[in-house]
């Protein structure tokens, strides 16, 4: 069949439930579109009163399934490059199953060589087998040292030369071909003048792992920062009188106020932190995994560059630290957490991880809504946040789904 209605469902976007609607997609274009004049060649698809909502979209993802996606290096052979694009394909196909059907791979702080190697396979694409890659994002290597968290300390440095010293270490002068966002600290020397050159790029630049003070900080968002990476970590904690980068989500001028990433697994940030910032700004909220490559494999220690990482369900931490190192909880679950500790209906929790994320990194035309002309990229839930199945450019996939709730506290 050319087309598809899908039928007696509610579709669910734009932070709200529009009961009992149609939505048609056209099976060649990978596209939806208005209803047909002939619709004898359309396949009805009854939900049964299921919710059809945006493919769901993570801007922060550091390897799933055993990939880290900032594995090869400069002893990386010709072989290794291309067992690692068979293993990132097979990973991003699995990863479908969870909802997310676009994606930015994030590339934690590393030296140049590894830049060389990863980000080509980061350009952007349009699959109906897997995970779309959004672009990559590159977390650092210009970074806070007194806030580096996990990443290594060798690898951060300045970006004296501004725009061309990130041109330089990401070894990349059309940035924009590879790159979706860019994290890094607004106090490191050359990274302010490097940010309205970035935003020319159509390149997100997001503040985080910084130590910097509300003043600078929104000197950033005035140059053209949209965006702060997880929000309360790796930044200095808010204090009544010294409000520091989390101010920001509540700036005076809220056409100025960015984005913000938020881990909402119940070990990153306590449920009560995440409350208060989703109720203080939700337009703005976005949920993010962080998921290290460890998400979906068993508890246990595991290799991380020259560092190991435990793993015990949903934490992971340096290896005798407790030094927090990504996270391992989908997304799906996430939304369900968020919908419980902020006592939000799912479709505004939804919207955190569909409408939100799109319009921080501009692919709202493509992605995470449900209007004409985006992707057929779907996922159909239950009405408590439970995926049944995933539709990728109008292709069903069988979805996974596991129930994992966070305790109601967080390890900080």
């Not at 769901?56 to 390897?63: F, M």
């Not at 394909?89 to 199953?97: C, E, G, P, S």
């Not at 990863?118 to 890659?133: F, G, M, N, P, Q």
């Not at 479709?347 to 955190?352: D, G, L, M, Q």
Request: hydrophobic share 35%; charged share 25%.
């Amino acid at each position: 069949m050319r087309y598809t209605r899908f039928t007696n469902c509610d579709l669910c976007d734009e932070g709200k439930l529009h009961h009992n609607k149609d939505l048609y997609i056209d099976n060649e274009t990978g596209k939806i579109i208005e209803k047909p004049e002939d619709e004898s060649d359309v396949e009805v698809v009854d939900l049964q009163g299921l919710i059809l909502a945006p493919g769901l979209l993570d801007v922060q993802n550091n390897g799933v399934y055993g990939l880290n996606f900032s594995a090869l290096n400069s002893k990386s052979t010709d072989k290794d490059i291309k067992d690692f694009k068979r293993d990132y394909a097979d990973v991003m196909a699995k990863y479908l199953t969870t909802g997310v059907t676009a994606m930015c791979p994030t590339v934690t702080s590393n030296f140049p060589e590894v830049y060389e190697k990863v980000l080509e396979i980061y350009k952007r694409t349009r699959s109906k087998d897997e995970t779309d890659c959004m672009g990559a994002h590159c977390e650092g290597p210009f970074l806070s040292h007194q806030k580096k968290g996990c990443h290594p300390e060798e690898t951060l440095r300045a970006a004296d030369k501004g725009i061309e010293s990130m041109k330089e270490v990401y070894n990349k002068h059309n940035l924009s071909d590879y790159v979706a966002i860019v994290t890094a600290a607004p106090e490191v020397p050359g990274v302010l003048d490097s940010i309205p050159e970035l935003v020319k790029q159509n390149i997100v630049y997001s503040i985080g792992h910084t130590n910097t003070d509300y003043i600078t900080a929104l000197k950033a968002v005035e140059k053209g920062a949209t965006m702060l990476t997880h929000l309360y970590n790796a930044m200095p904690q808010p204090h009544h009188r010294d409000v520091g980068t989390v101010g920001l989500i509540s700036t005076p001028i809220p056409s100025k106020t960015p984005y913000y990433g938020i881990i909402s697994d119940g070990v990153h940030v306590d449920p009560s932190m995440v409350t208060l910032a989703y109720r203080n700004n939700p337009e703005k909220c976005v949920l993010v995994t962080d998921a290290m490559h460890l998400i979906g494999l068993p508890d246990g220690a595991y290799k991380f560059g020259d560092q190991q990482i435990t793993k015990t369900g949903s934490r992971l931490y340096l290896k005798g630290t407790k030094t927090l190192a990504g996270a391992a909880t989908t997304l799906p679950q996430g939304v369900r957490n968020l919908m419980s500790w902020a006592e939000i209906p799912l479709a505004e929790a939804v919207k955190t991880v569909t409408n939100n994320p799109a319009r921080c990194i501009n692919v709202q035309d493509k992605k995470g809504f449900l209007n004409v002309g985006c992707d057929a990229d779907l996922v159909v839930m239950d009405h408590r946040g439970f995926l049944k199945v995933v539709y990728k450019l109008g292709k069903r996939v069988i979805a996974v789904d596991e129930n994992s709730p966070s305790k109601l506290s967080a390890l900080l």
